[in-house]
């Protein structure tokens, strides 16, 4: 999932931890993040920074609800990870999946309903 430098230190931190199939969510400022997963929060103001910017992906699973209630961020989110599978479930079993999988949870300043993307780690070989 690392192909670049991160500068945020606690998010390069989790994700050399992660191992195959493991979790990371990159979530909108109004996602119920579980007591027992790691909380990164990176919300500065509504909206800074936003989900679109944060991401670099090798497979995502979002919300069915992003689908038709946030149309804009959904567009940018499949341009962004073109070519890349994208999953959707709804918003139940996306929250379940966030508490059963997830090893954190990085918060953005998204203010667009549902929109929360999970990550699933691949394998470097």
């Known amino acids: 999932m690392k192909k670049t430098a991160l500068l945020n230190s606690e998010i390069s931190s989790v994700i050399a931890r992660m191992g195959h199939m493991d979790h990371l969510v990159i979530a909108d400022c109004g996602l119920p993040i579980p007591p027992h997963v790691k909380r990164i929060d990176l919300a500065l103001t509504a909206g800074t920074p936003g989900l679109i910017e944060t991401l670099q992906i090798e497979e995502a ?51 667009t309903p549902y929109a929360n993307v999970i990550l699933q780690s691949g394998v470097t070989f």
């Open 61 to 111: 699973v979002v919300a069915s609800e992003l689908i038709s209630c946030g149309r804009p961020v959904y567009q940018q989110l499949t341009s962004a990870v073109e070519g890349t599978p994208i999953r959707s479930l709804p918003h139940e079993d996306f929250k379940r999946l966030i508490a059963e999988r997830a090893v954190a949870v990085i918060r953005t300043g998204e203010c």
